[in-house]
């Protein structure tokens, strides 16, 4: 083994590179964002949110990070492509990509209508898919590119009252190992993320009800909930230089949540 051959902390430097977080003023996305300017990327920021990408953008730029801020509704496929041109525009190229923008409507699967299926399906199934469209053509251009997707533990376990976005969620973990092999060649890798049972902003009154939490975190081994915080490691890794390699798959941070269903 040669000295360049032994792994190194700066492989997981992200300095010089530039990331793009979809969903970035909310709960996960915001955590992902950050992680990703701590570790040295400037960012472009996307969400609906306007006032929430601004705080988000003061945090990174404390960081030293310079940031754009792009509004932006991506259940519309020209969306998709207006944030990367943007973002190309004004840095010059797109090394990372985070797809956090996500919705859910949790009802029994008898009551769901054709509105709550177009609204789930059109963000998190339909706008992952022309974003990661959108960021493949920039990235097997220029011969580098990470692109991470956010699935979800539906993907793998029947969670009740979730029907629609455990059908975008297995669409979103299948799109990404289809990406994953077409564009090996050209030097971009795809993969997953996977987040367990998390509080956020968005959860925070679903599990402040201890008839819900209780029965959760008791099938969580760590014993908790997960914090946004948590994904700082995963995202980090698959955006960097250390997981040139890892392509295809899906990293859950579940607290080994999953274990239980093996």
């Known amino acids: 083994m040669t000295t360049s051959d032994v ?9 010089g590179k530039v990331a793009l ?36 953008a003061a945090e990174a730029q404390a960081a030293g990070r310079q940031c754009l801020i792009i509004a932006a509704d991506l259940g519309r496929p020209a969306e ?29 699967a008898l009551e769901f209508t054709e509105d709550d299926w177009d609204f789930i399906i059109g963000v998190n199934l339909k706008g992952v898919f022309f974003c990661c469209q959108e960021e493949g053509r ?6 580098y590119g990470r ?15 979730r029907a629609i976005y455990a059908a975008s969620k297995a669409g979103v973990t299948g799109m990404t190992r289809v990406f994953a092999g ?14 367990g049972h998390m509080l956020t902003p968005m959860t925070a009154s679903m599990f402040a009800d201890p008839n819900v939490a209780g029965p959760v975190t008791a099938r969580i081994p ?10 700082a490691g995963a995202v980090v890794y698959l955006a960097s230089d250390a997981a040139a390699y890892v392509t295809g798959q899906t990293i859950y941070v579940d607290g080994g949540y999953l274990l239980n269903f093996v």
């Not at 190194?8 to 992200?14: G, K, R």
């Not at 944030?83 to 797809?99: D, H, P, Q």
């Not at 760590?222 to 994904?231: E, I, K, S, T, V």
Request: with cysteine.
């Open 21 to 56: 977080v979809t969903g970035a003023a909310g709960g996960l996305g915001r955590a992902m964002a950050l992680a990703l300017a701590g570790a040295g990327a400037d960012m472009a920021l996307v969400d609906r949110d306007a006032a929430g990408l601004e705080r988000v």
């Open 182 to 195: 077409e564009w090996a060649r050209y030097g971009v890798t795809v993969n997953c993320i996977g987040p």
């Open 138 to 143: 920039v990235m097997t251009a220029q011969g």
């Open 80 to 108: 998709a492509r207006r944030m990367v041109e943007e973002t190309v525009a004004r840095f010059g190229k797109l090394s990372i990509a985070v797809n956090a923008a996500g919705v859910n409507r949790r009802k029994p």
């Open 7 to 15: 792994p190194s902390v700066a492989q997981f430097s992200l300095s």
């Open 222 to 231: 760590q014993g908790r909930l997960g914090l946004p915080a948590d994904l």
């Open 147 to 161: 692109i991470i997707n956010i699935s979800s533990l539906t993907s793998e376990v029947a969670l009740s009252r």
